[in-house]
């Protein structure tokens, strides 16, 4: 009973923090999302947030007793802050999930190394995505040359989410005919190009990094297990929840406080705009309880968490994306100025469906899944 006391006032205290980083956030979202430029309040906030490493759980000293937080604690926080603002909380979830790689490394002392700079605020960049490689983020197509202490990479990787701002790098490469999996400190071979100018998730900076025969050294190979449990999957349906949930509010709040002639009545009152309202919180709700279910299969160990991320991913984009829509059609023509945050929420909730995996490669992996072609 004690354990479940103290993993639940960790959670609201987490949950808390999230909260206040949210609305730190929501602060300059509008400005960083028109100017493209990263949040760097959010980032120097969570760097000193005991949220950056909940997952990990405590380290020496008073945070000793303290254990991981939940998966479920884990995706609330994620949704949070992506009301707050979801480039934000797009590039930290990233970053979550390649330093939670760390994990994976085979020599102790590189282990212990990486978790303690991590601890102290280190910012890693997940440089998994390739030119050619689509969907297949664990299947890379660069080919590095073996050299004195590991490999050297040329190539390219693109939508590197936060990498101006990254210590360190996950990546990938075939060494000797097989997919590897690599930590590297930034360095000078590493080059960044800056190409991001997009519709939505403006602020995540998720530019092309160039490694110039960049050394992939052998002591910090990975050993990854593509089915074992990571953030990012997890995380990336309760992008889109958060999104859905700023957008459902945005929504509300004009609802209440727009009125129209002649009895200057609020446009809350018009059943048009209470049945998107009620579609809205129907969508929300079934993906949030997705979300919530996927959660809660990982905390369990239920080898059914692979398939109902996939599933959560896509309820969630599309719900997202319904309601953002649904929002600006109840704000009309003032919720597609950028005065207003509707039409943020909208064009980052489109992000949501083609973000990898996309709703297409998911519709084809489930499909075969249950009807169990190879």
């Known amino acids: 009973m004690n354990a479940e006391k103290n993993d639940a006032c960790q959670a609201h205290e987490l949950l808390a923090e999230a909260e206040r980083i949210s609305a730190l956030l929501a602060e300059h979202a509008a400005r960083h999302d028109r100017d493209a430029t990263f949040p760097i309040e959010g980032l120097a906030a969570t760097i000193r947030s005991p949220i950056n490493t909940a997952l990990l759980g405590g380290a020496a000293g008073d945070d000793a007793a303290r254990a991981p937080c939940s998966w479920l604690t884990f995706g609330r926080i994620v949704a949070i802050l992506a009301r707050g603002d979801a480039s934000f909380a797009t590039a930290w979830l990233m970053h979550q999930g390649a330093m939670s790689v760390y994990r994976a490394l085979a020599d102790p002392g590189e282990r212990s190394r990486f978790e303690q700079a991590i601890r102290r605020g280190a910012w890693v960049g997940n440089a998994l995505s390739e030119p050619t490689s689509g969907n297949m983020f664990l299947v890379p197509r660069q080919v590095a040359q073996k050299a004195e202490g590991g490999y050297r990479l040329t190539g390219e990787k693109r939508f590197v989410t936060g990498c101006e701002h990254a210590d360190f790098f996950f990546t990938a490469a075939v060494c000797d005919g097989q997919p590897a999996f690599f930590l590297l400190e930034r360095d000078d071979s590493i080059a960044i190009e800056p190409v991001w100018d997009t519709l939505g998730m403006r602020a995540t900076r998720s530019q092309i990094v160039r490694f110039q025969g960049t050394l992939l050294r052998e002591s910090r190979r990975l050993a990854v297990d593509p089915t074992a449990p990571n953030p990012i999957p997890n995380g990336l349906g309760w992008l889109s929840v958060g999104i ?16 129209l002639p002649p009895g200057d009545r609020p446009i809350a009152e018009l059943q048009w705009v209470q049945f998107a309202v009620a579609d809205m919180s129907l969508r929300l709700e079934a993906a ?40 600006l059609e109840i704000a009309g023509g003032a919720g597609y100025m950028r005065s207003r945050p509707i039409e943020r929420h909208l064009r980052d909730a489109m992000s949501g469906p083609i973000m990898a995996l996309s709703g297409p490669a998911i519709r084809d992996i489930v499909g075969k899944a249950l009807l169990g072609v190879a």
């Open 244 to 259: 859905a949930e700023a957008a459902m509010a945005a929504a509300v709040a004009y609802a209440k406080e727009r009125v």
């Open 288 to 327: 949030r309880a997705l979300a919530m279910r996927t959660a809660a299969a990982l905390d369990a160990g239920d080898p059914s968490y692979g398939l109902l991320q996939l599933q959560s991913k896509v309820v969630a984009n599309e719900a997202a994306v319904a309601i953002a829509t649904s929002a």
